[in-house]
């Protein structure tokens, strides 16, 4: 996708962002940040959750199950969309894990802009790749 050392720095910033609003668990931005296929989405938060997007710009892609926290230090992982569930798991890496196994196909860095320049970039590529 359309990445640099600039969009490197975006997400980067953004990883920084959910640390420092104190809003998610710190194993859990530990476990998922030392995942590379994580690490290069951008990260947000809602409700002590931690999402990932595929681009960088609100608004964000729903398209990658998300993880929330549960009792007793536990988790739950839901998603993508929010009437979705994909159920308990008991630690931070359980819960990585099972975001990752449900990871979009060709889930990329992110794209750096939004939802709508992401898609309009896809479906150029996806010409291209036709022609």
């Known amino acids: ?15 920084q962002k959910v640390r420092d609003d104190g809003r998610v668990r710190p194993e859990l931005l530990e ?11 951008y990260p947000w938060t809602g409700m002590g959750e931690l999402h990932f997007s ?5 608004q964000w892609t ?10 007793d230090d536990s988790y739950w992982v839901s998603g993508p ?3 979705q569930t994909v159920g308990p798991a008991a ?7 099972m975001v990752i196994q449900r990871l979009p196909v060709g889930c990329g860095p992110a794209f750096v802009g939004t939802r709508e320049e992401l898609a309009a970039h896809e479906a150029t590529a996806q010409q291209a790749d036709e022609g």
């Open 62 to 71: 729903w398209d990658i199950p998300y993880i929330q926290p549960a009792a």
């Open 91 to 97: 630690t931070a890496q359980d819960a990585i894990a």
């Open 81 to 83: 969309l929010r009437s």
């Open 31 to 41: 476990a998922a940040y030392a995942e590379p296929s994580l690490r290069h989405l």
């Open 1 to 15: 996708m359309n990445r640099d050392a600039a969009g490197d720095a975006v997400i980067e910033a953004g990883w």
């Open 54 to 58: 595929r681009c960088t710009e609100w």
